[in-house]
């Protein structure tokens, strides 16, 4: 398995894990056209993020965004793992924790990261054992939000 940067031409693929995603864990159908475009602006502009997959041969198994918000507090750069996705096929293989350690080794290059955040659905048990063994910990802070 590779895990490496994600480039324009996997843009596709990471297209499908969103919506794969958002049928799997929400139940929700995204419109193909706007998630296409949303991903597509990542490729577009690295100051919105960037993605990491894992390649199995010429097949991406799986992947993740991140995104970038600034601590003030801290005068650094959290970094937000989002859009998880790994193929069911490839799940139980330790991909999250390999496209984990990635991310934290690129972070860790780069300097100016004070660290990692994301979000689970509270019922999704798997996913939060996973992240509490690669040594995330809940955070004491609830998520609000407003869609427009």
């Excluded at 507090?73 to 959290?78: L, Q």
């Excluded at 096929?89 to 860790?108: C, H, I, N, P």
């Amino acid at each position: 398995m590779r895990i490496r940067l994600a480039e324009a031409a996997d843009a596709a693929a990471m297209t499908e894990f969103n919506q794969l995603m958002a049928m799997e864990t929400e139940g929700k159908r995204l419109e193909p056209g706007v998630i296409s475009a949303g991903v597509e602006a990542v490729f577009g502009d690295p100051a919105k993020g960037f993605y990491v997959v894992a390649e199995d041969g010429s097949e991406v198994a799986g992947g993740l965004m991140v995104t970038y918000e600034w601590s003030d507090w801290r005068n650094g750069w959290f970094w937000w793992i989002q859009s998880v996705y790994i193929r069911p096929e490839y799940r139980g293989r330790r991909l999250y924790s390999d496209l984990y350690a990635f991310v934290k080794a690129t972070a860790l290059e780069a300097g100016n990261v004070c660290g990692f955040r994301l979000y689970v659905e509270r019922e999704n048990e798997h996913a939060r054992r996973v992240y509490e063994k690669l040594g995330m910990a809940e955070s004491h802070y609830l998520m609000y939000e407003e869609e427009i």
